[in-house]
């Protein structure tokens, strides 16, 4: 039996309403990671019945952005797939694809430790690090990057400088960090000269800018 028409606005406003809530739970657990749902509510003008309808609590609303950032980041990989690409450019773009989605979603790095746990943060980063592990094996039978550590191992330490970098990145100096220069710190770490590593990541964002791409 086909379902009232009248029920799909409903739906549609709940969806609004959900995405809303989940959007301002972004901003305020950026600036408070310790916010709870009451301020959530308020700061997304809703009443709090509204937000306890959705996430019953603190914990399934944490829970609810971290399955929109993974679904995010599946996006963003494939969107950015390019298996002609070489492993110097590959691993730049793929850096400046993690630090896009680690600025949106920056309170979940915060929060890494107290709330969500190493094993969900480890499942959460588990398509982005395969990838980049695959990057750095290739780049190091073709010679391109270093063979001073194993794949996961250089992976693990690229990984580190970005997060470090995407710490400070928020820092009120004449230079902020970019994602450009954690790309860069990320190829240099793999092995790259700096002013080649500079070049390739100049390029990427060249092409990134470039209509059409």
Known sequence: MPE???RIPQRSHARANRARILGTAREELSRNPGANLDEIAQAAGVVR???YGYFPNRHTLIEALVEEAEQALREALAAAHDPKAD?????????????????QYRMLIAMRHRDLGEERVAAALDPIRKRATSIIARGQRTGVFGRHLRPRVL???IEAVTLALLEHSVADDEKPVSGADAATAGLVAAGVTPSEASRCVEAVLADTASPGS
């Open 49 to 51: 019945r509204t937000v």
């Open 155 to 157: 992976n693990d330490v």
């Open 4 to 6: 009232p028409t009248a």
């Open 87 to 103: 492993p110097a450019t590959a691993m730049a773009r793929l850096t400046l694809l993690a630090w896009d989605l680690g600025e």
